[in-house]
């Protein structure tokens, strides 16, 4: 599958997703407005946040599968890591608003009514934002995008966190109104936490950065199959977008015949494609 089709695929879904978590949104948003739930209301903004955040990466990957041009050489790819920060730092301002209101709601009389209503709105947003993060997730893993994982990892959390006001709902209808709040603070934590890893995750791909010394360990046993190569020397790796870039220094006999050269580093080249995930361009310089 090419990155054209790949972009369809993910695209579609990500429509999907928009306009279910759009939906639910408004659902739940207005079952606040019968009910008073807090712990809906904050459910409502996250799925509002979950649209914002699949909104964002569409965004960004529309960018990410743009071929290099002039100006930028080596292509769009980081906009999608660039789009994944933006898709947490508005998860975080969102989710920090909703806190902000509950904890001023613990200190005032706070009741819940028609639990049953708010009850299926929670269900609703629970059970869509499951099915979705499963598919969000699988793509994700398939084509190594850290902007879809940080969008079905905010899908996962979305689940959660309906299951919270749930069951907060459930304690809210044996005269426990408290736990709406509770519920509501809990979600937020849920939210806070996922959206802090991944803006660390795509600001350190933004900073070139690259830690996978298992990675380095395969690249040298690779060259265990290859008798004109002596050694390896330095090995670079770079997050780009759906791949991994890796700039490898090789020692070969100085002695070595150009064509046979040639056959060494194409052979190398092939290897390390075809047996290491995700490494979708390999610069070799060698060393004599």
């Known amino acids: ?3 054209n089709d790949s972009y369809i695929l993910i695209k579609k879904l990500l429509v999907i997703s928009i306009f279910i978590s759009l939906t639910v949104a408004v659902i739940e948003v207005i079952s606040y407005l019968y009910t008073g739930s807090f712990s809906v ?12 955040v699949s ?11 743009k071929p290099p041009d002039l100006r930028f050489n080596f292509g769009y790819y980081k906009f999608e890591s660039l789009f994944a920060l933006f898709a947490s730092i508005i998860n975080v301002i969102m989710i920090s608003l909703v806190s902000y209101f509950a904890i001023l709601r613990v200190y005032e009389h706070h009741t819940v009514s028609n639990i049953y209503l708010s009850f299926i709105a929670a269900s609703i947003s629970a059970i869509t934002a499951f099915v979705i993060a499963f598919y969000k997730l699988a793509l994700a893993k398939k084509f190594g995008l850290l902007s879809l994982k940080a969008d079905a990892i905010n899908s996962i959390k979305d689940s959660l966190g309906s299951i919270v006001a749930i069951f907060g709902l459930t304690l809210t209808g044996f005269n426990y109104a408290i736990f709406d709040l509770i ?14 890893i991944i803006m660390k995750e795509s600001s350190l791909v933004l900073l ?6 298992a990675l380095h360990e395969k690249i040298k046993t690779l060259t265990k199959n290859i008798s004109l190569i002596k050694s390896i020397g330095e090995i670079k790796l770079r997050k780009v977008g759906i791949g991994i870039i890796a ?9 070595i015949k150009v064509q046979q050269l040639k056959e060494a580093l194409r052979l190398f080249e092939d290897l390390i494609k075809t047996n290491i995930k995700g490494i979708t361009k390999v610069n070799l310089s060698i060393k004599y």
Do not use: K, Q, R
Not at 184 to 196: E, K, Q, R
């Open 247 to 255: 700039e490898i220094t090789i020692e070969v006999d100085g002695e």
């Open 55 to 65: 909104l964002t990466v569409l965004i960004g990957l529309s960018y990410a599968f």
């Open 183 to 196: 519920a509501a603070l809990v979600i937020s934590g849920l939210v806070f936490y996922a959206s802090i």
């Open 1 to 3: 599958m090419g990155e």
């Open 208 to 213: 070139d950065a690259c830690h996978n010394p």
């Open 41 to 52: 209301l904050a459910d409502g903004i996250d799925s509002i946040g979950n649209f914002l």
